[in-house]
């Protein structure tokens, strides 16, 4: 069974731009987590997505936003990105509604110059 | 690392010893909690969970102890080997019913050989 894939696995992007990240969850999951995990501030819970509603939303500003298809797979965008949004961007999948455990994907690493 | 500037507590241990990594969580509340593992350039790795009804479980060469009086989390490693060498978090789940972590600031594991 293939894990959770995310990519770009690295990426650069200057002040002011966008990013899209993609993730795959492992095949019949159907919550998909994202988590921002930074030297300061360690991993921080951005939102949840489940049968392609948002059930729940981290402490992050506007700009950053996702959403999830019918096949599960989600995007999360970030606009008019800050130097401090420099990160890893992990997704995380779920095969349950509710608490469960999280399996990761190795991340995206989003570099803001 | 992802974890470079955290400033994380680290245990350093002899290959062979045990090794004891403590985690204090935020709220009463919370019923699940989870223990990963992360590597340098990867995604947080599923050790052992433990829900709220239960002060102890153990898997392999793992343990995991609650005490839910003083909110704090163990994770026993026996046997440590070079290969566990890691950031170790502890995560704790409240019963929103949505898969959502709060995760500790983490842990460095430093085992030589």
């Known amino acids: 069974k293939a894990g959770v894939t995310q990519t770009p696995r690295y990426l650069i992007k200057t002040r002011g731009q966008q990013v899209t990240l993609s993730c795959s969850p492992i095949?019949?999951?159907?919550?998909v987590s994202w988590y921002q995990q930074t030297p300061g501030q360690g991993l921080q819970f951005l939102f949840e997505y489940f049968s392609e509603t948002q059930r729940n939303k981290g402490n992050f500003p506007g700009r950053f936003s996702g959403r999830q298809f019918s096949n599960s797979r989600s995007e999360m965008n970030v606009s008019t990105l800050e130097l401090g949004d420099s990160a890893l961007y992990l997704c995380?999948?779920?095969?349950?509604?509710?608490?469960?455990?999280?399996?990761f994907g190795e991340g995206s690493r989003l570099t803001v110059l | 690392g992802e974890n470079v500037g955290l400033h994380l507590p680290t245990l350093s241990v002899q290959e062979g010893d045990n090794s004891i990594i403590n985690c204090a969580y935020s709220n009463s509340a919370s019923d699940y909690f989870i223990w990963y593992k992360q590597e340098s350039g990867k995604g947080p790795q599923f050790i052992i969970d433990?829900?709220?009804?239960?002060d102890k479980r153990q898997g392999q060469r793992v343990t995991v102890l609650l005490n839910k009086t003083v909110k704090h989390l163990s994770l026993q490693i026996a046997a440590t080997q070079p290969g566990d060498s890691a950031v170790y978090f502890c995560?704790?789940?409240?019963?929103?019913?949505?898969?959502?972590?709060?995760f500790g600031k983490g842990t460095m594991l430093l085992v030589s050989p």
């Open positions: 095949s019949g999951h159907r919550s």
């Open positions: 995380a999948s779920s095969s349950r509604g509710g608490t469960g455990e999280l399996f």
């Open positions: 995560a704790e789940n409240t019963p929103s019913g949505y898969s959502t972590l709060t």
């Open positions: 433990i829900r709220s009804n239960m």
